[in-house]
């Protein structure tokens, strides 16, 4: 479901009671986490963590008038969800994340190629999140979104 809110804040404030404690603390953990380079802002109708312009001044490939996207956060319908393009573009941060995720949470992950979906959040691995945001630099994204793209 995509918001028409224009800041991170009214995102949350316009979210069901139950999911506005979840997402401000994953919000949280991401900002806590997050590597120098990103920036927070709206994206997608979405909370998102975006490489700007003024890092990286031709954006994003399909759309060069917007920043590069690198994660974004949700409230779905039935879930939760934590889009994350490094998972989906490096395989061993992929396999990192899937081999330490039931060590954090007892229920079986949810995902797809970007997107882990959080239907109990009393299941979201905060710390694991705040493990694997950190594991990207902006370069590091920068360079591996260069690399998808020559080929």
């Not at 800041?7 to 506005?20: A, G, H, M, Q």
């Not at 994953?26 to 979405?46: A, D, H, Q, V, W």
């Not at 963590?49 to 399909?62: E, K, N, Q, T």
């Not at 590069?68 to 941060?93: E, R």
């Amino acid at each position: 479901m995509q918001s028409k809110a224009k800041t991170p804040e009214d995102y949350i404030s316009e979210l069901p009671e139950e999911r506005k404690q979840p997402i401000s603390k994953l919000r949280e953990t991401i900002l806590k986490n997050l590597p120098g380079g990103f920036e927070e802002e709206m994206s997608y109708g979405m909370i998102g963590y975006v490489v700007p312009h003024s890092l990286y001044p031709a954006g994003y490939r399909v759309n060069p008038d917007l920043p590069l996207p690198f994660i974004n956060i949700a409230s779905q319908k039935n879930f939760i969800a934590l889009y994350h393009m490094g998972i989906y573009s490096d395989k061993d941060l992929l396999n990192w994340f899937v081999s330490e995720y039931p060590k954090h949470v007892k229920t079986k992950l949810d995902m797809g190629k970007s997107c882990i979906r959080f239907k109990n959040t009393n299941h979201i691995p905060y710390k694991l999140i705040g493990e694997l945001v950190s594991k990207m630099s902006a370069e590091q994204w920068i360079k591996k979104c260069e690399q998808a793209w020559k080929k």
